[in-house]
């Protein structure tokens, strides 16, 4: 299962809940939470409830004083949390944000300065047996393999891929996502592989390489992007944010 996007705010909320519930064996109250988390008053608490409810990561058991109740849980918690750390061109190589974090198999973020993470279903990354980032995709070269611009692209970080796997590229510094097609020198011509976007629409060009390339990973799927506004929907003070 996969959840909608989280901010670092968000993240950080539900993360003090899971936290409590594993070192005491019960749900924190909204004055522990208040506490934990350094707010000043307690509606800044339960705007967060209401959106971590809203996005389908908590429920709410109305009329007891420890109401909440974490999702998907069947003697632990079911996901990891994956740090989106990129905007990644489809279309061009114009459009690169450098990444700074993993999740690795067991699940642990190694950077916590990102301000989206997607849930993602614990075995999904335990299969995949390496480290695990979400990528924003920009442009709509890739739309035939249901890569279309703003859909969220699960990467596993790899520098071995097969003809035909789709790949992250690193090409001068920038980054794209491209179906692989490496061809072999023969009679005396040079080898050069060949980085093809999926689309029907003419003005898309294959980027053909012979050095100066890196597979950076490979596209373990492709979540389709959210119909809902990806910034901070909880309105609160700066000053409430320790």
């Not at 796997?165 to 072999?184: F, G, Y």
């Amino acid at each position: 299962m996969i959840h909608k996007p989280l901010t670092y705010k968000q993240q950080r909320v539900l993360g003090s809940i899971k936290e409590h519930v594993q070192g005491k064996n019960e749900v924190p109250t909204l004055e522990q939470l208040r506490s934990t988390l350094g707010f000043s008053s307690l509606r800044t608490v339960t705007q967060y409830l209401d959106t971590l409810e809203e996005k389908g990561y908590i429920v709410r058991r109305r009329g007891l004083k420890r109401n909440i109740e974490l999702r998907n849980v069947d003697g632990g918690w079911g996901t990891v949390s994956v740090p989106v750390v990129a905007n990644v061109g489809c279309d061009d190589l114009s459009v690169f944000s450098q990444a700074e974090g993993t999740v690795s198999t067991g699940g642990a973020v190694g950077n916590t300065g990102h301000d989206e993470f997607l849930e993602i279903d614990r075995q999904i990354v335990q299969d995949a047996g390496g480290d695990i980032v979400a990528v924003r995709a920009i442009g709509n070269s890739m739309n035939d393999a249901g890569i279309n611009t703003g859909d969220y692209v699960l990467i596993r970080f790899t520098d071995e891929a097969q003809n035909g796997d789709r790949v992250a590229a690193i090409v001068n510094d920038m980054v794209t996502v491209k179906r692989l097609e490496r061809r072999p020198s023969s009679r005396g011509e040079p080898g050069m592989t060949v980085l093809w976007p999926e689309s029907k629409d003419p003005k898309f060009k294959p980027i053909i390489l012979r050095e100066d390339f890196k597979i950076a990973g490979k596209v373990l799927c492709v979540i389709p992007a959210p119909g809902v506004e990806l910034t901070e929907v909880v309105p609160i003070n700066e000053s409430d944010w320790q």
